[in-house]
């Protein structure tokens, strides 16, 4: 019979999956784009890692060991990369590097953005509590550069 | 039971949970604000309609007899899911990369229920402790200070949240198919059938051996030994890779400043 232990890691790994599919569409930050990416990388490792527990064989958790060490080549290199175009540009904006689109692509043009979404937050404030104590300084000559 | 229950209980009760979560998926991510007439509603209507997908897909895995005897993989599954779609849908990425730390965390979880020890803490170490580590370095070196425009937009939401729906419907209707009933054409010869069918000795009969993490390092260094070879030299190429361009870029930026 087809455990349900199984079902459900393949559908939480599928669920994983697509939402760093619809971040990696969506996002436009080039760093959270990367994130989105090692998302799907771990709804990989879970599918991989359960089947390997189905079939009692190892080699899928061999090949999470794989996947693992190419995420940390990959992260390293993109990182370096992210790092070159931001110096580039000064945005890390993926839309920043429009021109490299097709030809037939249209323009991407960004509507007017107020400054921020919201009125800058408000921090809560102590009330003074207590009483300042009040000091001889005639008494203490000791301590005026306490 | 579970071939019962399928094509009449659950299919209209996952269809439901995949619904609301593109809906409310579509609702969450960075948008204008006043683009629509939700206005600032939406916030709150996706976070109930996540809720509702998410309380719908563990209803249909508990009718499929999964979830609910699992409740630490229920937990932790959880946990994955929530930090994964916090992640997408945060605008801050400062705070995209916490998420996605607890993320790795319900994984790291997942990974362990399912019996993976080495690859639990390996996530947790290597994912967590290094690779966010340096997501988050880049993040204070590049990001400015507020939140950038490019940030409360994104591209195409609505049509990458139901691009991202039909994906999850065909993923699990294909994996609630497999579980009902395992066609004849696709049953993958299964170790665990083999092990237990075959006459072999005491060595091979243990199919979830005692210890799991001896016989990792043996599949590891036995079958994929140069595999394992060729890892260790991707991971110097990378290295070597990485510090190459950053100081050719610092060399060819030396010059444009010299030239000009």
Known sequence: MFPALLHDALTVGAVLFVLGLVGILTRRNLIVMFLSAELMLQGISVSLVAWSRYHGDFGGQALVVFVLTVAACEAAVALVFVLQAFSRTGRLDAAAWQSLRDAEVPRRIDRELPATDAAPPVWPQLTPAGVRPRRDETAEPEREHV | ?260
């Open chain 2, 1 to 260: 039971m579970i071939a019962a229950l399928l094509p009449t209980g659950t299919t209209p009760l996952l269809a439901a949970a995949v619904a609301s979560g593109t809906v409310s998926l579509w609702l969450l991510l960075p948008q204008a604000p006043g683009s629509d007439w939700l206005g600032h509603r939406r916030g709150a209507l996706g976070l109930v309609l996540g809720v509702a997908a998410l309380a719908a897909l563990a209803w249909a895995g508990r009718r499929l007899g999964g979830l609910g005897d699992e409740a630490v993989f229920q937990i932790v599954s959880l946990v994955a899911i929530v930090g994964g779609a916090a992640t997408v849908v945060t605008r801050s990425p400062v705070y995209s990369a916490i998420w996605f730390a607890l993320a790795l965390a319900g994984v790291a979880g997942v990974l362990l229920v399912l019996g993976a020890q080495f690859l639990g803490v390996a996530t947790i170490v290597v994912y967590a402790g290094a690779i966010l580590v340096m997501f988050l370095f880049v993040l204070m070196l590049a990001q400015p200070s507020g939140l950038a425009p490019y940030d409360r937009v994104s591209n195409e939401p609505l049509l990458a949240a139901i691009a991202g729906g039909v994906l999850l419907a065909l993923l699990t209707t294909s994996i609630g198919r497999l579980s009902a009933d395992p066609p004849a054409c696709c049953t993958i010869p299964s170790r665990a059938d083999a092990v237990a069918t075959a006459p072999v000795g005491p060595a091979a009969a243990d199919a979830l051996a005692a210890d799991p993490l001896a016989r990792l390092g043996r599949e590891l260094f036995g079958r994929h030994l140069l595999a394992v070879e060729a890892a260790g030299l991707l991971l110097l190429v990378a290295l070597v890779g990485a510090i190459a361009v950053v100081s050719r870029g610092e060399v060819a930026e030396a010059t444009r400043k010299g030239a000009s």
